[in-house]
């Protein structure tokens, strides 16, 4: 079933659909709600942007979409097909094939180069050819401004220039889709101005581009600008 969706994705600009989805957690002996009947569409070539207050539960919408976290009731549809009842196998495969993740923490192995940290998810992949690694790892480093730093250790880099080896690494398997949880948290301004700026980048070329951010700064780039209040997802007006 995910590689008749994988088929698709040439073929549709409609990426994510969530359909009145819901996500508690039990605590102790209480349940607590952390998202309530949230209904959204993403689309391909696009910027969103998902803000809120610390513990609203961005960062759960963020792992339901990456299909990491299950929900409670409503409907998840990805290319059109409902995946909600998908076995572990299943969202794996469709994770690895089509959804990147930048983290606010980087999440580099400090032991590896940079290229080597952009191999990584290739590795998993049997569609790249292993004799093709390093050389699509290097592209896609040159891609986000760092062709002089493809053999430098991450303690060799900056805070930016880190995160763009993150960045290089979310491409590493071209998916259509980019989820980025406060990417731009631990980096100054300049820094901050310089990832948003990539991002927009890949909308631009036709990547869905979701990012869950608490500065301000994310709202000069977005397409689209959502904040979660009480666990239940509104738009932006700005």
Same mark, same amino acid.
Not at 5 to 31: A, F, G, P, Q, W
Not at 234 to 238: F, I, L, N, S
């Given at each position: 079933?995910?590689?008749q ?27 607590v ?22 513990g ?9 979409? $990456? ?8 409907? *998840? +549809? ?8 998908? @076995? %572990? &196998? ?14 606010? $923490?980087?999440h ?5 180069k940079? *290229? +080597? ?8 992949? @049997? %569609? &790249? ?32 220039e880190?995160q763009?080896?993150? &960045? ?52 000069k ?12 997802l ?5």
């Open positions: 079933m995910s590689e969706i994988i088929d698709r994705l040439e073929k549709t600009e409609h990426i994510m659909k969530l359909d009145h989805v819901s996500k508690s957690y039990k605590s102790k002996n209480r349940i709600k952390v998202l309530s009947d949230i209904s959204v569409d993403f689309h391909s070539h696009k910027f969103y942007a998902i803000m809120g207050h610390s609203s539960g961005k960062s759960t919408l963020v792992n339901i979409l $990456g299909l990491i976290d299950s929900f409670d009731i409503g409907k *998840y +549809e990805l290319y059109g097909t409902n995946v909600s009842n998908f @076995k %572990d &196998i299943e969202l794996s495969n469709l994770r690895m094939k089509n959804i990147g993740f930048i983290f606010q $923490g980087f580099l192995n400090p032991t590896l940079a *290229y +080597e940290n952009v191999i990584v998810p290739m590795l998993i992949n @049997k %569609d &790249i050819n292993p004799k093709e690694r390093k050389k699509r790892a290097i592209e896609l480093l040159t891609s986000v401004g760092l062709k002089e730093r493809v053999d430098h250790f991450p303690n060799e880099l900056s805070g930016g880190q763009r080896v993150a &960045i290089a690494r979310a491409l590493a398997n071209n998916p259509k889709i980019i989820l980025a949880d406060e990417p731009t948290g631990n980096l100054d301004e300049k820094h901050e101005q310089e990832i948003f700026h990539q991002l927009k980048e890949l909308s631009n070329i036709g990547k869905c581009v979701i990012v869950v951010s608490h500065s301000n700064e994310v709202k780039y977005a397409d689209r600008v959502f904040k979660i209040v009480d666990g239940t509104v738009g932006d007006d700005r």
